[in-house]
């Protein structure tokens, strides 16, 4: 499959963890997004990195959330002390730079905190 | 900044009946509009979109949506819907920085 990949699927932590997700985007493009996405609700826009620079941070939820692309290729979001708030699924997209705006999504992170 | 309203939280209809649901955003200027939808258990994959020129797009699966701009409204249809259109629909705008901006979504259930 070279669709977005996201890992894990699913992560059950007690609230108080730090809890990584790890997202793979299509090999060739440089855009990568994060998103929430709470019962009931549509995506709600994060943070995006063009190739490894975070052009866009202001979004994150609070400053327990952290988002990395070191290398331009894969990225990370870390949320640190976990609340029951933060249950939601977490989803990755990615684009091309100059493409005309389709975001390719993969299946999300849902997080459960207990 | 801009937002996207879905009308209908939850519509449930019976196969083949016709479908029409209403998408309207809150900015005046150029617009790149898109319809997404999830399948249950699946990522969100795109529908159509819209950039410019013929106010009518047609998608995957027998979709459309029609741009009216002095309504700010890009509502999605289907002339007759099956049992395998049941998923949640997405209205999206895009954002200044080339991110989606999203409505809260439209559940439909087909009834076989």
């Known amino acids: 499959d070279t669709g977005v990949s996201q890992d894990p699927r699913h992560k059950i932590t007690k609230r108080g963890q730090n809890v990584t997700f790890r997202c793979d985007p299509i090999?060739?493009?440089?855009?990568l997004y994060w998103y929430r996405q709470t019962l009931g609700q549509g995506p709600e826009f994060l943070t995006y990195?063009?190739?490894?620079?975070?052009?866009?941070k202001s979004r994150l939820l609070s400053d327990r959330f952290s988002a990395e692309r070191p290398k331009g290729s894969f990225s990370t979001l870390e949320i640190q002390r976990t609340e029951q708030g933060d249950s939601a699924m977490y989803l990755c997209?990615?684009?091309?730079?100059?493409?005309?705006?389709?975001?390719?999504f993969g299946e999300g992170s849902r997080l459960t905190v207990l | 900044a801009q937002s996207v309203s879905q009308h209908n939280h939850h519509v449930i209809l019976s196969e083949a009946a016709s479908l029409e649901l209403g998408c309207n955003y809150s900015?005046?200027?150029?617009?790149?509009l898109f319809w997404y939808v999830q399948y249950p258990g699946q990522h969100l994959q795109l529908l159509l979109k819209?950039?410019?020129?013929?106010?009518l797009v047609k998608g995957i699966k027998g979709f459309e949506a029609e741009f009216i701009k002095s309504k700010f409204s890009f509502n999605l249809r289907k002339p007759s819907v099956q049992w395998s259109d049941t998923a949640e629909y997405f209205c999206?705008?895009?954002?200044?920085?080339?991110?989606?901006?999203f409505g809260k979504g439209t559940k439909l259930s087909v009834k076989p």
């Open positions: 997209a990615s684009s091309l730079e100059a493409n005309t705006g389709e975001l390719f």
């Open positions: 090999s060739e493009h440089n855009r």
């Open positions: 990195f063009q190739n490894e620079a975070q052009l866009e």
């Open positions: 900015y005046g200027g150029t617009v790149n």
């Open positions: 819209y950039f410019s020129g013929d106010p």
């Open positions: 999206a705008v895009r954002g200044s920085q080339g991110n989606l901006i």
